[in-house]
C-alpha cells in the first residue's frame, strides 16, 4: 500500500464523543507559557486605559484582555493584525490567552496605535514585578546593542551638498519652465485671439513636487544638525534618507545600510530585559547614560540621574 493512502481513513476513536466534557486547554503541556503570561497579564494595571471608557454605549473588550493578546503575539514574533486575529482562531494557546474572545483585527491595530504608550508602561510593569519576585536585583547589568536595518534604502537619500545643488536646479528648471509657458501663452493668443487662461502644465507640476520632496529633506537635515551640532556648519556629506528622516547610515554585516542601534539593558540574575531605548548611534560608546535613565523609568528608587 502507497504511504499516502495508509493515513487516509482516521482511526475510529476519531470520530466518537467523551463520556465527561474536558477542558480544551488541558491538551497543552502543563508547563506551556500561555499559562505563565495569564499569571503576569493578570497582574499589570491598566486603570489608565479604562478611565478612556465610558458606561454608556456599545459594550468594549476589556483592555487587558485585548493588551494581553497583542503583548503575547509580540513576544512569538507575531505582529500583523489580522495574523494575530488568525492565531487566536487556530492557535489553542493564542485561544486560552484571548479567552476565546478575539477582537476583529481592526480593533487590535486601532488599539495600539491609540495606546502605544501604555505599551512602554507595561514593559516598566513587567520590570517592577521581576523585582518583587526577587527575579531581577539591578546589581550586575549588562548593555548591549544591535543594528536593525530600516525601512529605506540608501539609494533613496542624498547628501547635504547635493540637496543644495539639486533645490537651486529644481528652481531655475521651473523659473525656465514658467518662463516658456508664459510666452507660449502670449504666441497662441497673438495668433488665436483667445483667452482661456493661464494653467499650470503638467511638467512643472511635476518640478515643483520634486521641489517641495528635496527642500523637505533639506530642512530636516538642517534641523537634525542644529539639534546635534548647535552652531556648526553642516558638513556637505551628510546624508538624510528621503523615507526615513530618523534613520542612520550604519556598517551592518559589511555593508553599509540605513539603520537603527536599539539598547537592552539585562539583569545578570535571570536575565532579565530591565531597560531598553533605541539609539541613532553607529555604537555604543554613548549608550550607558540613555540606559540608566530608561532603567531609572522602571524603578525610580533606583537610581537617580
Not at 542601534?261 to 530591565?274: A, G, L, R
Request: include cysteine; hydrophobic fraction near 35%; charge should be neutral.
Amino acid at each position: 500500500m502507497s504511504p499516502l493512502l495508509k493515513f487516509k481513513t482516521p482511526p475510529a476513536e476519531f470520530n466518537q464523543h467523551q463520556l465527561f466534557a474536558t477542558n480544551v486547554f488541558d491538551l497543552l503541556p502543563v508547563d506551556h507559557d500561555c499559562f505563565v503570561y495569564e499569571q503576569i497579564f493578570k497582574g499589570i494595571d491598566t486603570s489608565s486605559l479604562e478611565s478612556k471608557y465610558h458606561h454608556l454605549g456599545q459594550h468594549a473588550y476589556h483592555p487587558r484582555l485585548i493588551v494581553s493578546i497583542l503583548i503575547y503575539a509580540y513576544s512569538h514574533g507575531v505582529f500583523s493584525s489580522r495574523e494575530i486575529e488568525r492565531h487566536c482562531h487556530q492557535d489553542l494557546a493564542f485561544m486560552y490567552i484571548s479567552q476565546w474572545n478575539c477582537p476583529n483585527f481592526r480593533v487590535l491595530g486601532d488599539f495600539r496605535k491609540n495606546n502605544i504608550q501604555f505599551f512602554h508602561d507595561c514593559f516598566k510593569q513587567s520590570v517592577k514585578m521581576a523585582i518583587e519576585l526577587k527575579m531581577a536585583s539591578l546589581g550586575h547589568i549588562s548593555l548591549d546593542g544591535s543594528k536593525f536595518k530600516a525601512n529605506s534604502s540608501k539609494h533613496k537619500a542624498m547628501s547635504y551638498g547635493r540637496l543644495k545643488t539639486k533645490e537651486n536646479k529644481l528652481t531655475k528648471e521651473i523659473e525656465e519652465l514658467i518662463r516658456k509657458a508664459n510666452q507660449c501663452d502670449t504666441d497662441e493668443d497673438d495668433a488665436y485671439q483667445e483667452q482661456n487662461g493661464y494653467s499650470i502644465p503638467e511638467d512643472i507640476e511635476f518640478k515643483q513636487k520634486q521641489l517641495e520632496k528635496v527642500s523637505a529633506a533639506k530642512r530636516a537635515l538642517e534641523k537634525r544638525e542644529e539639534e546635534e551640532n548647535p552652531g556648526l556648519a553642516i558638513d556637505n556629506k551628510k546624508q538624510i534618507s528621503f523615507t526615513d528622516y530618523d534613520a542612520r547610515i550604519m556598517k551592518t554585516k559589511g555593508a553599509y545600510e540605513y539603520s537603527y542601534n536599539p539598547q537592552i539593558s539585562v539583569d545578570k540574575d535571570k536575565q532579565i530585559i530591565i531597560g531598553q531605548h533605541v539609539s541613532q548611534s553607529p555604537n555604543d560608546q554613548q549608550e550607558v547614560k540613555p540606559a540608566l535613565i530608561a532603567i531609572a523609568g522602571t524603578n525610580q528608587s533606583w537610581v537617580t540621574i
